[in-house]
Nanobody, 118 residues
């Protein structure tokens, strides 16, 4: 079992930056992918960014060029650097980890709130 704990959310003005962190209770080296999702009020949870163990990334079109996902295996932590924030980025952001070795295991954090004021 792996616990994921997000931090770094908060209130920021439009155009500002935040860095979210996702600390894992044990090594993330074996995670095949780490990702960030978000859920805005009244909307479905959506993928924001994903980083595989092979260092492949994919981003939602709405955040490309503004957000960057990274991971530090030595610190068992994944990050989401968010720049040029917009009010539409307001959501609860969730960290996600996938261990692909059978069985496939998916882990979620409890979420961290990001509010972008216009």
């Amino acid at each position: 079992q792996v616990q994921l704990v997000e931090s770094g959310g908060g209130l920021v003005q439009a155009g500002g930056s935040l860095r979210l962190s996702c600390a894992a209770s044990r090594s993330i080296f074996s995670m095949s992918a780490m990702g960030w999702y978000r859920q805005a009020p009244g909307k479905q949870r959506e993928l924001v960014a994903r980083l595989t163990s092979g260092n492949s990334t994919n981003y939602a079109d709405s955040v490309k060029g503004r957000f960057t996902i990274s991971r530090d295996n030595d610190k068992n932590t994944a990050y989401l650097q968010m720049n040029s924030l917009k009010p539409e980025d307001t959501a609860v952001y969730y960290c996600n980890g996938i261990m692909a070795s059978p069985p496939v295991l998916v882990y979620w954090g409890q979420g961290t709130q990001v509010i972008v004021a216009s």
